[in-house]
């Protein structure tokens, strides 16, 4: 894989190998992707087809969203999905980023991808998922999504969607949901864990 003219070098491989859970070839693959016309999920296909640098900034990352679902804003979703890539919190997603996140949701274990889950919902990134943050998460998904879905939703009914799941998570009704919460409601409710696919259905 020839990378003397891309301007962001990705770490050697072997040790993206052992971080991750793709293969070094699969690396290679994604790697390519990355860079050209991508390979597996839409991000793949299209994360950095304008980007020669080799890392995407938030603008990208919500033009890239725009264009899979022009019938919906999809911008707020690209916020909060841009910032739970981002693990250092600089600004971009670099192929490293991009490759840790794409393992934990593609080949992670239920717990690895309900703690990345967590990390989405919690915001503001205090350890504690509010119903505020929940409610933000969910109107930018209905957002994103509802008016191509039939029957139309209502408009009420992401708050309706978290007033459910809150009651449920929250089992000691202190007004916030830890993580420990969170990942036990979410798996031992299998109506949680349907509705839980769904944003990563549009990661």
């Given amino acids: 894989m020839e990378m003397a003219t891309v301007r962001h070098r990705p770490e050697a491989l072997e040790l993206l190998e052992a971080q991750s859970k793709f293969t070094k070839k699969e ?8 860079k050209n016309i991508g390979c597996s999920s839409f991000l793949v296909f299209h994360f950095f087809q304008e980007c020669p640098s080799g890392v995407v900034n938030e603008e990208t990352f919500k033009e890239i969203y725009s264009q899979f679902f022009p019938q919906g804003d999809s911008t ?3 916020h909060f999905l841009f910032n739970a890539f981002d693990t250092d919190h600089n600004g971009s997603v670099s192929f490293e980023d991009f490759v840790m996140g794409l393992s934990i949701l593609l080949r992670g274990t239920v717990q690895e991808k309900l703690n990345w889950a967590f990390n989405l919902y919690d915001i503001n990134k205090d350890g504690y998922i509010t119903k505020e943050e929940m409610l933000d998460i969910m109107k930018a998904i209905y957002d994103m999504m509802g008016k191509c879905t039939y029957p139309v939703l209502k408009e009420d009914a992401p708050r ?26 979410c798996q031992k409710d299998e109506n949680i864990m349907r509705s839980m696919q769904l944003f ?4």
């Fill in 200 to 203: 990563e259905n549009v990661i």
């Fill in 160 to 185: 309706q969607h978290v007033e459910t799941f809150f009651q449920k998570m929250d089992k000691n009704k202190d007004g916030v949901v830890t993580i420990d919460e969170f990942i036990e409601s």
């Fill in 76 to 78: 707020t979703y690209a």
């Fill in 27 to 34: 690396l290679q693959i994604l790697y390519r992707g990355f």
